[in-house]
C-alpha cells in the first residue's frame, strides 16, 4: 500500500512540473492532478474504478494524441500523451515492470520540462521527483523480497486499499525506517550533486536543441512598436524581469541603464523601429558572424573568452522581450543562442529571432559604462546629416536614417516645436550636449513625475506628445523621452527613443543586480555628430546627460536583504550553479575547492600552533601555591567525574545513543562486555581469573535472562571491567 | 563487526565469517576489485537504467543543457549508490548451511539457512540464497522476507522432498540481493555445501506365510505372567500377541499398537544380504525398486526385533543393535549401484539370511534359504 502511494505520488510530482511551462495547455496537467491527487486522498475511489473503465481510458488516449500531432506541436504532443500515461500507470502499478514504466514515464516528462524550462521550482520539484523514485524502487526492491521473487500484488492492493487509512499507515512507518530512508536520499542526492559537479563539461560550438516550445508572449513595452504608457505599464508589475551578475571586483554604475532597444521611427505617440531596420533585423545579415565589418572590436561567441576577467552575466526571465538588455558597451558577448542572435548595429540592439520561453543567460566582457554609445561604421551618419543639413529638410522621410529626424506630421505640431527649439537654442551654437541639458531643464520647469495623466483634448492637434508639452500637466517617462526627442529634432539633432530598465536593487546575499518589472523606464540618446549616441534621461531626478556617469564600487551598492530577496538570492543560486553551469565554472569550482583545502588546512595549522604555543607559555608561567592547589582541584573533580559516569550502570554516551539502537541498553552493555571477556581470555584458560565463571554467568544474566533475575548491573559491570 | 558467544563452533561464511576484521583501504578495495567469487549483474531495469543514461549523456553533451547533466548525474548515483548500499548490506551477512539428519526418498527433510546480521547498527535487507541440489537436479531460492536487525539470526527454511537415492550435495550457490533499488544484483558465492545420503524410499510390500518359511510367526510373546524376562525394545504388534504386553502410551503416540519386547520371547533373528550383481539388475527400475524394499524389510524387521545384521555383498555385515546401525546401512543403501560380480555363494546360502532377486514384472521377491518370504 506504501509503495503504491509513493508511485501515486511521484507520478503526481513529475505531472506538476509542467505547470513550471506557462505557454504550455495545461489542461492534461490539471486532469491529472485532481484525479491522481483524489486517489491519493482517498483511495477508494480507484477501487471503485471497473477494469473496463481503464479500457476505455487507454482507447480514448489516441483520439487526444491524434489532435496534438495534427496542430503539429511535436513536445506538446510528446508531453501531453506522456501525461495521459502517467494517470494510467500512477495509480495502475502492480509489478516490477510497472513500476519500471512509472519511473521512466515520469522521468522522461521531467527531462523534457526540464530542457523547456530552467526554474528553480523545477529544480525543487526534481529534487523531491528523486526522493520518492528512490523510496519507490526500494519498497518495490523489498516487496518483491518478502513476495519471494514475484513483484504482483494487484489481488491483494485492491483489499488493502478498501479499509485504507492514513492514521493506520502513519503508525506502521517506524522512525528507524524513516531514517534510514533519509540517509539514503541525502546519499543520492550528495552522490548526485558531486557527480553533476565532476562530469566533464565541453563547451561544443553546434549545439542541438532538443524540444522547442512555442514563443511566449512578450511585455508590449518592450517590442519594436510602442505607444505612450505601453513602458509605464510594465512598471506595475513588481515581479524580477533580470539579474544581473556583475563581475566580482571593480565599480558599477550607480544607476544602472538596461538599454533593450531603440525606435527610431515616430507616428502620432508612437515610436518604433522603421521598416528598413526592422528588415534589416530579419534578414541574413544581422547574423553575428557578419559583425565583424562593422564593429572591428566586438566578438559573438558561444564561448567565452581566455582573456577577459571582467565579465557580466545577464539572467533575462521568460515573457519578457525578445531584446537583450545590455549595460554598455563591450568585446565579446556570449550567448548559446548565437544562432537565433540578430545584431542590429544602426540601433545597438540585439535580438533573439524568438521570444524566449525559458530564461535566458549571456554573458559580456569587458562592460564599459560610458553614458553614450558609438554609433556603428554601418552607416556613415555625420556625412549624412551633413549632406541633409546642406541639401534640404529630409524630417519627414520614413526611410532610416531620416526617421532619426522625423517629426509629427502636423504642421502645428513641428511648428511649435521649432518655436520651443528656436528658444532654447537662441543664438547659440550648442553642443549636442548643452542642448540636452537646455532642453530638459526646459520640460523639467514644466511638467511634473507622474504615472498617472489625462491629456486635454485639442481640436487643432491630435499628437499627445504635443498636447502634453502645451499644457502644464505632470507626465510619465515616456512623456518626457518622446517630448525631448521631438525637440532636439526639431532644433536639427538626430534623436531617437531607447527603452529598457533603469536602477535595479542590490541583492545583498549573493552579490547579483536585481532588476524588476517595475524598473522599466524610457529616455532618449541623441546624437553628438562625432559618432556617439549620449544617453539622455529627461525624466525628473535622473542624472544629467553626460558621457561619464558616477560610478560606485559593489561593496557601496545599496543592498536589499529581506526575505524576498533571500528567495531570489536561492533562484540566483540555481542559475549560477546549476543551470548555467559550463566548463569554465567547473575550473573554477575545482580551483575553489583546492582554495578551500588549503585554506582549511592553514586555519588547522594555525589554531595548533596557538592551542602549542598557549600551552607552553600556561606552563611557562610563575607557579605559586594557590595555581597548583586550583589546578590539583580541577583535576580532582574531572577524575571523579570520570570515575562517577564510568561506574554508572550506563554512561553518558550509551544514554545519548540507546534510542537509536533497537533492545534494553543493560543488555546491550552485557552483550558488549561478554564479548570483550570472551575475546580476551579466548583458549587461555590458565589465565583465568578465579571468578571468572561467576561474572561470566552474571553477565550472561543481564544479556539474555529475565529482568527479574537480573543482579545490580552497576556492580555485574564494575566486576566486568576489573576483569578486563 | 563480529557477534555472538560461542561462534566458533559453526561454520559460518559469507562476508562477515572473516575471522579478522578487514582494513579500511582494503575494504574499499574490495569496492572496486572484487574478491572471488564476488560479481555484479545489471538487472534488465538496471540495463535500461544504463541505456538511458547513455541516451541522456549523448543529449546532455549534445546540447549543453545542464537539466540533462543533472538528470544524467542522478542516474549515474543511482547506480552508484545500489552499488554502495548492496555491499554494505553485505558486508555484516554471515551464514551457515543446515540440514536435517534422515532424508528418505518420497519424505520432507529440512535444509535451513541460518543468516545472521553481525552488523552493530544498521539492519540488513533483502538478500536471497539460491540452493541446488545435483543429483536431484533440484534448486531453490529462499528469501530473506524481514530486515534483520543488528545482532539478530534467523532461519530461512526449505522442506526438501527427495526424488533420488543417493549421495547428494547440497550447494549454496549464491547469496543475491538486488537492494535498494532493483538495478544491480549482486552474487557472492554461497561456500557453503552439505553432503547427504538419501535414504532409500518406502514401498508397500507383501509377505507370505509359507509353512517352512516366513517371519511373521517367529518369536512370539508369551501369555504367562512373569515368564517374560527383561524389556529389550519395542516393536509392531502381531497377531497372537498378549494385550498385557501392548505398550499403550507409545501406542498412543504413534497411533499403532506396539509391544513390549522381551528377551525371553523366543525368536529367530534375520541377516539381510544385498546382491548388487549386475547380471541380476538388469533393470535399474528393478533395481531401485530392490533398494526401497530392502530398506523397507530392514526398518520392519528391525521394529520387531528381528533382525541380526545386514550388509552389502562383497562389504562388511553390520550388525544391527541400535538404531544408528540401521542408519549406517542405509546411508549405504544409498549410494549402492549395481557392481559386476558381488555375492559368494556360501554368504547367500548362509542360515537365515534374506536376500533379493529380481521377479518377472519388475517386482523383486525376498528369499530366506531358496523360499520367497515376501515381495514388492
Known amino acids: 500500500m506504501l509503495k503504491w502511494l509513493i508511485g501515486s505520488l511521484t507520478g ?152 485504507f487509512s492514513w492514521f493506520e499507515l502513519s503508525k506502521a512507518i517506524r522512525f528507524r525506517s524513516a ?107 544581422a547574423a553575428p558572424r557578419h559583425a565583424r565589418r562593422y564593429w572591428q572590436k566586438k566578438e559573438f561567441s ?33 550567448i548559446s543562442e548565437l544562432e537565433d542572435l540578430s545584431v542590429g548595429p544602426q540601433m545597438h540592439i540585439f535580438a533573439l529571432k524568438k521570444p524566449a520561453s525559458k530564461m ?94 489625462s491629456l486635454p483634448k485639442n481640436e487643432d492637434i491630435s499628437d499627445p506628445v504635443i498636447r502634453w508639452m502645451q499644457s502644464d500637466l505632470p507626465g510619465h517617462c515616456e512623456f518626457f523621452a518622446s517630448s525631448f526627442i521631438l525637440l532636439a529634432r526639431a532644433a536639427g539633432y538626430p534623436a531617437r527613443a531607447a527603452v529598457g530598465f533603469k536602477g535595479g536593487s542590490w541583492n545583498a546575499f549573493e552579490q547579483y543586480f536585481m532588476v524588476r518589472n517595475a524598473d522599466a523606464h524610457a529616455w532618449a540618446e541623441i546624437y553628438d555628430g562625432n559618432g556617439s549616441w549620449i544617453r539622455v534621461d529627461p525624466t525628473p531626478g535622473s542624472p544629467s546627460p553626460t558621457t561619464r556617469p558616477s560610478l560606485v564600487s559593489i561593496e557601496h551598492q545599496p543592498a536589499e ?59 611557562r608561567s610563575p607557579w605559586n601555591i594557590w595555581r597548583i592547589l586550583y589546578m590539583v582541584t580541577l583535576g580532582i573533580i574531572l577524575i571523579s567525574a570520570l570515575l562517577i559516569q564510568r561506574n554508572l550502570a550506563l554512561n553518558f554516551r550509551e544514554l545519548i545513543v540507546a534510542p537509536f539502537r533497537r533492545g534494553d541498553p543493560i543488555r546491550r552493555k552485557a552483550g558488549k562486555l561478554l564479548r570483550k571477556i570472551e575475546t580476551s581470555f579466548q583458549g587461555e584458560e590458565s589465565e583465568k581469573p578465579l571468578d571468572w565463571n561467576e561474572v561470566i554467568a552474571r553477565l550472561r544474566r543481564l544479556r539474555f535472562g529475565p529482568k527479574e533475575s537480573w543482579p545490580n548491573p552497576r556492580i555485574v559491570f564494575r566486576e566486568a571491567r576489573r576483569l578486563l | ?87 554494505s548490506n553485505f558486508q555484516s551477512a554471515r551464514w551457515r548451511l543446515e540440514s536435517s539428519s534422515i532424508f528418505r526418498v518420497g519424505e520432507t527433510g529440512d535444509i535451513s539457512i541460518v543468516v ?31 530486515g534483520l536487525e543488528p545482532g539478530e539470526s534467523t532461519r530461512l527454511l526449505w522442506k526438501f522432498q527427495p526424488k533420488k537415492r543417493c549421495r547428494e550435495i547440497i550447494r549454496i550457490r549464491d547469496a543475491v540481493s538486488v537492494f535498494p533499488f532493483g538495478f544491480l544484483r549482486k552474487h557472492i558465492a554461497g561456500e557453503c555445501e552439505n553432503e547427504i545420503k538419501i535414504w532409500p524410499a518406502r514401498i508397500p510390500y507383501q509377505e507370505f506365510r509359507a509353512s517352512g518359511g516366513g517371519f511373521s510367526y517367529q518369536g512370539l510373546s508369551t501369555k504367562l505372567k512373569g515368564a517374560t524376562g527383561e524389556l529389550v525394545g ?3 504388534y502381531v497377531k497372537g500377541d498378549a494385550p498385557r504386553s501392548i505398550h499403550w502410551k507409545v501406542s498412543a503416540k504413534q497411533g499403532r499398537l506396539v509391544v513390549k519386547q522381551n528377551a525371553a520371547e523366543s525368536q529367530s533373528l534375520y541377516s539381510i544380504l544385498v546382491d548388487t550383481s549386475s547380471y541380476l539388475w538388469q533393470n535399474e527400475a528393478s533395481f531401485e525398486r530392490m533398494c526401497s524394499f530392502v530398506a523397507t524389510l530392514a526398518e520392519d524387521l528391525f521394529l520387531s526385533g528381528k533382525l541380526d545384521s545386514c550388509g552389502v555383498a562383497g562389504g562388511t555385515s553390520i550388525k544391527v543393535n541400535r538404531v544408528a546401525d540401521l542408519e549406517t546401512f542405509f546411508d549405504e543403501l544409498a549410494v549402492i549401484e549395481p557392481v559386476d560380480a558381488a555375492a559368494s555363494t556360501s554368504e547367500l546360502n548362509s542360515k537365515n539370511t534374506i536376500v533379493f532377486s529380481p521377479l518377472d514384472g519388475g517386482a523383486v521377491g525376498a528369499f530366506i534359504n531358496g523360499f520367497k518370504v515376501a515381495q514388492a
Not at chain 1, 513536445?75 to 512509472?102: C, D, F, G, K, P
Not at chain 1, 564599459?368 to 519627414?396: C, H, K, R, V, Y
Not at chain 2, 539492519?123 to 545435483?134: A, G, K, N, V, W
Request: charge should be negative; include cysteine; glycine fraction near 6%.
Open chain 1, 360 to 453: 535566458i543567460s549571456y554573458q559580456l566582457e569587458n562592460v564599459d559604462f560610458q553614458g553614450s554609445i558609438p554609433a556603428s561604421s554601418f552607416d556613415d551618419l555625420s556625412a549624412f546629416f551633413t549632406e541633409l543639413a546642406i541639401n534640404g529638410d529630409a524630417s519627414n522621410s520614413n526611410q532610416y536614417p531620416n526617421t532619426l529626424l522625423q517629426l509629427p506630421e502636423e504642421r502645428n505640431s513641428t511648428r511649435y516645436l521649432r518655436e520651443i527649439a528656436f528658444q532654447l537654442i537662441g543664438d547659440d551654437e550648442l553642443s549636442a550636449t548643452e542642448f540636452a541639458e537646455r532642453a530638459v531643464r526646459h520640460l523639467s520647469d514644466g511638467h511634473r513625475y507622474s504615472m498617472q495623466i
Open chain 2, 116 to 146: 545472521e546480521n553481525a552488523k552493530r547498527r544498521f539492519p540488513m535487507f533483502c538478500i536471497q540464497f539460491d540452493i541446488d541440489c545435483l543429483q536431484n537436479a533440484t534448486e531453490r531460492t529462499l528469501y530473506l522476507k524481514d
Open chain 1, 561 to 619: 536583504s529581506g526575505s524576498a530577496a533571500y528567495m531570489d538570492s536561492l533562484r540566483m543560486l540555481w542559475y549560477r550553479r546549476i543551470v548555467n553551469f559550463d566548463e569554465d565554472a567547473q575550473k573554477e569550482a575545482a580551483v575553489q575547492l583546492k582554495e578551500f583545502i588549503t585554506a582549511y588546512i592553514n586555519v588547522a595549522e594555525l589554531w595548533a600552533t596557538h592551542v602549542v604555543f598557549y600551552l607552553y607559555e600556561w606552563a
Open chain 1, 12 to 163: 503526481l510530482v513529475a505531472v506538476s512540473t509542467l505547470f513550471n511551462l506557462e505557454g504550455h495547455n495545461l489542461l492534461p496537467a490539471r486532469v491529472a492532478l485532481i484525479f491522481i491527487g483524489s486517489c491519493l486522498l482517498f483511495p477508494k475511489l480507484y477501487v471503485s474504478i471497473p477494469t473496463w473503465g481503464w479500457k476505455v481510458y487507454a482507447f480514448s488516449i489516441i483520439p487526444l494524441l491524434a489532435i496534438d500531432i495534427l496542430a503539429k506541436e511535436t513536445a506538446t504532443a510528446m508531453m501531453n500523451l506522456n501525461t495521459w500515461l502517467i494517470i494510467y500507470r500512477s495509480v495502475n502499478h502492480n509489478s516490477r515492470r510497472e513500476e519500471m514504466q512509472l519511473i521512466l514515464l515520469c522521468l522522461f516528462l521531467m527531462v523534457m520540462v526540464g530542457i523547456l524550462t530552467s526554474t528553480v521550482v523545477f529544480g525543487l520539484q526534481l529534487l523531491i521527483f528523486a526522493g520518492l523514485a528512490a523510496a519507490f524502487l526500494v519498497t518495490g526492491s523489498i516487496l518483491e523480497c518478502k513476495n519471494e521473487g514475484s513483484s504482483e500484488s494487484a489481488h491483494r492492493l485492491k483489499d488493502w486499499l478498501k479499509s
Open chain 2, 1 to 87: 563487526m563480529r557477534t555472538g558467544l560461542a561462534e566458533d563452533q559453526f561454520d559460518w561464511r559469507g562476508p562477515a565469517a572473516r575471522l579478522r576484521r578487514l582494513s579500511l583501504l582494503r575494504l574499499f578495495g574490495e569496492l572496486f576489485i572484487p574478491p572471488k567469487g564476488h560479481r555484479v549483474v545489471p538487472t534488465s531495469s538496471g540495463m535500461m537504467l544504463i541505456i538511458i543514461g547513455l541516451c541522456l549523456g549523448l543529449a546532455a553533451y549534445n546540447t549543453e543543457n545542464n537539466i540533462l547533466f543533472a538528470a544524467l548525474s542522478l542516474l549515474l548515483s543511482t547506480i552508484i549508490l545500489s552499488g554502495i548500499v548492496c555491499w
Open chain 1, 302 to 334: 558561444t564561448i567565452p573568452s581566455d582573456s577577459a576577467k571582467d565579465r557580466w552575466t545577464f539572467f533575462l526571465e521568460p515573457g519578457v522581450s525578445r531584446y537583450l538588455p545590455i549595460v554598455g558597451g563591450f568585446s565579446q558577448l556570449t
Open chain 1, 179 to 285: 531514517a534510514l530512508g533519509a540517509c539514503l536520499f541525502l546519499g543520492l542526492i550528495g552522490l548526485s550533486g558531486a557527480g553533476f559537479l565532476v562530469i566533464p563539461r565541453i563547451d561544443i560550438e553546434n549545439k542541438v536543441t532538443l524540444f522547442e516550445m512555442a514563443p511566449r508572449s512578450t511585455q508590449t513595452g518592450f517590442s519594436d512598436t510602442i505607444s505612450l504608457g505601453e513602458v509605464t505599464d510594465i512598471k506595475k508589475n513588481n515581479g524580477i524581469a533580470l539579474r544581473v551578475d556583475v563581475a566580482s571586483e571593480g565599480m558599477t554604475p550607480s544607476v544602472p541603464y538596461w538599454r533593450m532597444l531603440a525606435l527610431d521611427e515616430y507616428d502620432n505617440g508612437k515610436f518604433s523601429l522603421s521598416r528598413g531596420l526592422k528588415d534589416y533585423l530579419k534578414g541574413g545579415s
Open chain 2, 234 to 236: 519395542l516393536r509392531n
